[in-house]
T-cell receptor, first 116, second 115 residues
Framework: GAGVSQSPSNKVTEKGKDVELRCDPISGHTALYWYRQSLGQGLEFLIY????????KSGLPSDRFSAERTGGSVSTLTIQRTQQEDSAVYLCASSLIAPQNTGELFFGEGSRLTVL | AQKVTQAQTEISVVEKEDVTLDCVYE???????LFWYKQPPSGELVFLIR??????QNEISGRYSWNFQKSTSSFNFTITASQVVDSAVYFCALSEAGSYGKLTFGQGTILTVHP
């Protein structure tokens, strides 16, 4: 498709299990971002990949969270030993990089994670 | 640290009314960028506008207009003659120079437009 694709759209897991969330950005977009949207914390930046540069991981809330981007395209966000407070919608976005970047992020529809 | 405040949690209007969504921001940067995004019920955030800190000109796009005032650190968004399709959550956001995509979002304003 033409937009940012995320899977799964919904994931229910038990506390303590690991989960993987996938993001397929728009073709040609070399910048990729993960955000988290929860009732208590709103929209929070998690991690940012830009081209071949080292990712900006400054928003990851704990070492249980990690992300990788293979081949400069698809990205996977992994949450280990999930906790109930990890329940949220995880949003992925992609964009062009400067100077073509107008600041417009293209978001996917998100992966809703529920930790029981 | 950067902060964005959208004091209006929810706004309800009747179709054709004008509505203004407020946004106040805090940053120590002299160069920064301000954004508005719309999140309709489908959940996908949609970009509306970007403004850089050196450009205080107001902008109009159809029924949408934005008023940026550095003196009050505000970047307000007005919808003229609102329509039911405008019902959504609207987010104001801020980023530092060179990091367009690393956004600090406000808490969002839920706008409901009744027919």
């Amino acid at each position: 498709g033409a937009g940012v694709s995320q899977s799964p759209s919904n994931k229910v897991t038990e506390k303590g299990k690991d989960v993987e969330l996938r993001c397929d950005p728009i073709s040609g977009h070399t910048a990729l971002y993960w955000y988290r949207q929860s009732l208590g914390q709103g929209l929070e930046f998690l991690i940012y990949f830009q081209g071949n540069s080292a990712p900006d991981k400054s928003g990851l809330p704990s070492d249980r969270f990690s992300a990788e981007r293979t081949g400069g395209s698809v990205s996977t966000l992994t949450i280990q030993r999930t906790q109930q407070e990890d329940s949220a919608v995880y949003l992925c976005a992609s964009s062009l990089i400067a100077p073509q970047n107008t600041g417009e992020l293209f978001f996917g529809e998100g992966s809703r994670l529920t930790v029981l | 640290a950067q902060k964005v405040t959208q004091a209006q949690t929810e706004i309800s209007v009747v179709e054709k009314e004008d509505v203004t969504l407020d946004c106040v921001y805090e940053t120590r940067d002299t160069t920064y960028y301000l954004f508005w995004y719309k999140q309709p019920p489908s959940g996908e955030l949609v970009f509306l506008i970007r403004r850089n800190s050196f450009d205080e000109q107001n902008e109009i796009s159809g029924r949408y207009s934005w008023n940026f005032q550095k003196s009050t650190s505000s970047f307000n968004f007005t919808i003229t003659a609102s329509q039911v399709v405008d019902s959504a959550v609207y987010f104001c956001a801020l980023s530092e120079a060179g990091s367009y995509g690393k956004l600090t979002f406000g808490q969002g304003t839920i706008l409901t437009v009744h027919p």
